[in-house]
């Protein structure tokens, strides 16, 4: 199936009782040829979801509200469309649940088997769900790092460019952590904007940040989903600076009540804490 199979820019009924076949998987894999990525993938990492709009009834009738954490592992085979995944959030509107584990329970299974697709699940997805009384623990906080936005560079490119990518590789190591609020990209399919702000983290030759942020913004016209250009940004930094470590993690703000913050790094770590930003 391709995005153009989807519900994605087309009129949808909402239904309002559970429904896990509202799920519509994407496969990683073409996307991923176009950047050299065959076979082994090269890189560890997870998009992070977070759905502000969940509800369900408890078995009295009673609406719930909650917000949900999805972690989804980048080895998974698949993607989950995101307005399929709003329109399977919506599903639960009018379905009653015996509690908030229940409904994590759910959604952890849905997810999972869209996200392999019908193969054996090797890594399942993670759920939070936080109920009302955590709300005010859910801080807001913008990505640590030197913001490179600072620089005044002329930018003429609004398609990916990664030849803007240079990096001082016959001088010594650093060790660096970069941001950025101005990437921008517009989805596949409807061609909406996307905005997002980005954090590379790396050691190794250390790169241009003019040429780097004149890479980011060359995204500003370009159609792809987040996990995709967050895919495309690691390999492009990795194949034109060649760092010994590299982690790239975006957090983009939401759509229909939903964010995706793919992160993907080059050694094991633990994952950014999903935080989201003033933006989103």
Known sequence: MTPDHSPLGKASAYADQYDASLLFP???EPKRR???ITGHVPFLGADLWTAFELSWLNPRGKPQVAIAHITVPCESTHIVESKSF???LNSFNNSRFASAD???DRIRADVSRAIWNGESVQSTAGVRVLLPEMFECEPVREMEGLSIDRLDVACTAYHPAPELLTAALSEKSVTEVLTSDLLKSNCLVTGQPDWGSVQ???SGPQI???GLLQYIVSFRNHNE???QCVERIYMDIMARCKPAKLSVYARYTRRGGLDINPWR???????PANVRTARQ
């Open 200 to 202: 590379v983290s790396y």
């Open 225 to 227: 989903f987040h996990e």
């Open 102 to 104: 229940e409904v994590r």
């Open 208 to 210: 241009d940040q003019a």
């Open 86 to 88: 709003k329109l399977y």
């Open 26 to 28: 994407l496969p990683r």
């Open 34 to 36: 176009e950047i050299g």
């Open 265 to 271: 790094s080059s050694h094991p770590q633990l994952p």
